[in-house]
């Protein structure tokens, strides 16, 4: 308990350290956000006319640290103010209508990549020299490091429009009501195939060499050889005594990874014109939209954090020696 | 795609071992927009700045839902800039008084909101008392007042011609309605109540959202259409796609080399139509600084430049070179063909540039570059957006242009709130900028001349980033603005393309496209060059006429 306590205690302080960040660095961008929608928008307006954009857009000009006190006292009471770039709707509005789309692909994509990627590790690193350790880690390792933007391009170009066999845009069809029925359920998921896939291509080859890596080391302790002499299944011995041990570095950088999700997949957004936050970011950090981005940032630190605290949690359960220190 | 119809895919697709993920793919998924021509077939139009879309129909917000100020609201009247003609809308007709102090409007008398209630004199008053209170503007108009039910007349601080297009062109909204609203400002106007043709928001997605038909329009032989769907997209990419594969009717983008991908595909009923009608896009230097401030420098570096080369490599082709009138294919009507006649700055002649710097006292170094007066070489940068590609290749054939007669130019391309931070604040040294665009040449000379637009370097501006300013211009602004006679005023604006070919104020270098494509498989009438009577832009005041000329194909 006093560990989840202590750790508790770090993540209150690196989550108000971020908070500033947030404040502070959007802020040491140049320009505003009046004039920057208005290059954007190529058009002309009357001196008075962004006076009153300015005011309208409750732009202060209040000294920093007063801002910034009001900023704190705001985020505690979970009020993220009223978006800019998409002004008059609030914050929390915008990215309450979205996210749900970025967390079903982050979160599957995520979700498979992992399981695939660390099973095909096991078996890789269970049977060195196997058919499934030269065939993978060479394809995934090619296929992972081309241009993430080419591949999806590539590849809703070959599916989507050449063999017509996956839509080539959005969550689901055009016209159709988000509803709990099997139909529309089923038109999410083939609308979700292609955008997944190609983020778990892209992303399956570093779990699966990771997995691979550390199985490797692990298999080569003592306890490993103590339980081959004993005469345990190897199925046993690879999945409860070799993977257990392994696992706990794949665990870590789940957690991290967990956390971005929220961040969003900007360049899958924009290739499959996906709905979701990614874009969303980009185009609050262009217009210097502070409270979206202050929003959106503080959901993604409150989710690093979160997933972190779960995995510390985990831990605890996962590896003894935590608890031991 | 070897067919037109979208090929169906049925079956099991399992592949993920462990999730054993099994996706069908039924026959109901998709396509369907591609083909149908029953008649209630909706209007699909992509956007292609806007990966997901907020439920705010609000005039007055500046980020309101697209098609807001097209489908929904209308204004009096609607100025084409394709034809230069006006066209009566919610006024039938309107009025300037001989002193150019008052202007007199009357409405329609069948015009109905949305909602059933008729449109009043008083719903104009209400709108331009809100759209001051919220965004400000229209600072020459004192007072706007109903004469009665269907005459509303303004006011004016002082004559200003251009007014009659401003207030125009204002989009009106129902007093009975915005009157019960605390916070106009903040309101998202989830249900818009407008005389418009498509009011009726029966679906909305954060991806995609649709408009039906007004029951109450005013034109209702013209809304032929059923409805207008409109389709978000993070990036130009996307919404191209959704082009190309014919499940958009309407492409209001970008497209490079669009007649291979795009009306290759289909010749027979895909077209563009890419009039030069948005603003100038000029190359503006700084003239605060040396040299730029010395007219001749500024004539010599724009004879240098190849202008047919800009626009065919720079632009794919889909613009034409400016000449040193600066006006943009919006303002043909105005165009002096004698002061494009008189003046050769604009096209291209080596010799001349040089022999040009030579004598402005930028003599030809042994090593074939050009010195400063102290020595220094003459360098300097051109600031572009890196987000605009076509404007950035266009900033490299300045550079290498400018190379010829031993001038270095830099490409700096750094993120465009960079850039226009810098142009803002006077602090840049040249630039490729956009102009402002408004139905007469007023807005655009009053940019790039009048003095009242010039801000010391340091101080923040929005226009005249050049910050030139000529004193006679001013003069023949003000004249401009103080008649409505269109004799007086051509003559006025004579003077004022004169002015800026004598002293090149910023270098023009092709009007800015107005993009616009579509295909015509399931709706009819579009506008062509053959057909002027808008433009294809989408977010145009124009765009009401296009979807109310539409009509959809039924087979």
């Known amino acids: ?325 | 795609m070897t067919s037109p119809t979208r090929r169906r895919w049925t079956g099991i697709v399992a592949g993920l071992a462990v999730a054993s993920l099994a996706l069908a793919l039924a026959g109901c998924t998709g396509g369907t927009a591609a083909t149908d021509t029953s008649g209630d077939q909706l209007l699909t139009i992509p956007r292609e700045d806007m990966g997901t879309f907020t439920r705010n129909f609000n005039p007055f917000s500046p980020n309101a839902a697209p098609m807001t100020g097209q489908a929904v609201y209308e204004s009096m009247l609607v100025y084409n800039p394709a034809d230069g003609g006006t066209v009566p809308w919610l006024a039938t007709e309107w009025e300037t008084s001989e002193d150019g102090l008052t202007s007199t409007f009357t409405l329609r008398d069948d015009v109905q909101w949305s909602d059933g209630e008729p449109l009043v004199a008083d719903d104009v008053v209400y709108t331009f008392g809100l759209q001051k209170e919220i965004l400000g503007g229209f600072e020459y108009v004192d007072s706007v007042t109903a004469t009665d039910e269907d005459t509303v007349t303004f006011t004016f601080s002082r004559a200003y011609s251009p007014a009659l297009f401003e207030i125009g062109q204002q989009v009106i909204v129902p007093e009975h309605v915005w009157s019960e609203i605390d916070d106009p400002a903040g309101e998202t106007n989830p249900d818009p109540v407008g005389t418009g043709p498509y009011t009726e928001v029966t679906t909305f997605q954060t991806q995609s959202f649709d408009l039906g038909k007004n029951p109450h329009y005013w034109q209702p032989e013209k809304q032929k259409i059923a409805g207008v769907r409109m389709l978000a997209f993070a990036g130009n990419d996307g919404a191209n796609l959704a082009a190309v594969d014919g499940s958009v009717d309407w492409a209001p983008q970008y497209i490079a080399d669009i007649e291979n991908t795009f009306v290759a595909k289909d010749p027979e009923h895909r077209a563009y139509w890419f009039p030069p009608t948005g603003s100038t896009i000029s190359w503006q230097l700084n003239t605060t600084v040396a040299p730029f401030d010395d007219v001749d420098v500024r004539k010599a570096l724009s004879l240098a430049i190849d202008r047919e080369q800009i626009v065919a490599v720079g632009m794919n082709g889909y613009t034409v070179p400016a000449d040193c009138t600066g006006l943009s294919g919006a303002y043909d009507t105005w165009r002096s063909e004698t002061v494009v006649e008189s003046c050769d700055w604009t096209s291209r002649d080596v010799d001349a540039a040089g022999a040009m710097l030579d004598a402005a006292g930028y003599p030809l170094g042994e090593d074939g570059m050009r010195t400063f007066a102290d020595g220094s070489p003459f360098a300097f940068d051109i600031s572009v957006g890196s987000a605009s590609s076509d404007w950035l290749s266009v900033a490299n054939i300045i550079a290498q242009n400018l190379a010829e007669i031993g001038v270095t130019v830099t490409v700096d391309a750094p993120d465009w709130p960079a850039v226009s931070a810098g142009y803002e604040s006077g602090d840049f040294q040249s630039g490729i900028v956009w102009s402002n665009n408004a139905p007469t040449p007023y807005q655009f000379y009053r940019g790039t001349m009048s003095t009242e637009t010039v801000k010391p370097v340091g101080e923040t501006t929005y226009e005249n980033y050049h910050r030139l300013g000529l004193p006679e211009a001013d003069e023949l602004l003000a004249r401009f603005a103080a008649t409505s006679d269109p004799a007086q005023q051509t003559e006025i604006v004579d003077g004022l393309q004169q002015l800026f070919a004598d002293n090149a104020p910023v270098i023009p270098l092709f009007p800015g496209p107005e993009w616009g494509a579509y295909t015509d498989t399931r709706f009819t009438g579009w506008p062509t060059e053959a057909d002027p009577y808008a433009t294809l832009s989408t977010r145009a005041p124009t765009t009401v006429l296009v979807l109310t000329s539409l009509e959809p194909v039924v087979s």
């Open chain 1, 1 to 325: 308990m006093g560990f989840i306590l202590r750790r508790l205690g770090t993540y209150v302080l690196a989550f108000w350290a971020s908070l500033t960040l947030n404040f502070m660095l959007p802020r040491v961008m140049p320009g505003d956000p009046v004039s920057r929608m208005v290059s954007r928008a190529q058009s002309r307006l009357e001196p008075d006319q962004i006076e009153q954009l300015r005011r309208l857009f409750g732009l202060d000009d209040r000294p920093v640290w007063e801002q910034y006190l009001s900023y704190l006292d705001n985020i505690a009471h979970g009020d993220f103010g009223v978006s800019i770039s998409r002004f008059p709707t609030p914050v929390s509005e915008v990215i309450a209508g979205q996210i749900g789309w970025t967390i079903l692909l982050g979160g599957t994509s995520l979700i498979v990549a992992v399981v695939i990627g660390n099973l095909l590790g096991i078996v890789a690193a269970w049977r060195r020299g196997g058919l499934v350790d030269s065939i993978f880690p060479p394809i995934l390792i090619f296929v992972g490091s081309f241009p993430y933007f080419w591949l999806a391009m590539g590849a809703l170009y070959l599916f989507g429009v050449t063999l017509g066999w996956f839509p080539i845009n959005h969550a689901f069809s055009v016209g159709l009501v988000p509803e709990w029925s099997p139909a529309f359920v089923q038109d999410v998921l083939v609308h979700l195939f292609l955008p997944a896939l190609t983020i778990v291509v892209v992303s399956i080859g570093g779990w699966m060499l990771g997995m691979r890596n550390t199985m490797i080391s692990t298999t080569a302790e003592d306890y490993i050889l103590m339980a081959e002499a004993k005469g345990l299944r190897p199925g046993r011995i690879m999945f409860r005594y070799a993977t257990r041990n392994a696992l706990l570095p794949s665990v870590t950088s789940l957690g991290l990874s967990l956390g971005f999700i929220v961040g969003g997949a900007l360049l899958t957004e924009v290739v499959f014109a996906y709905p979701g936050v990614g874009y969303q970011l980009l185009s609050a950090v262009q217009g210097l939209d502070y409270p979206l981005m202050q929003g959106l940032f503080l959901t993604i630190t409150a989710a690093v954090l979160v997933a972190n605290f779960l995995v510390d949690i985990v831990y605890v359960r996962l590896d003894p020696r935590v608890r031991v220190s």
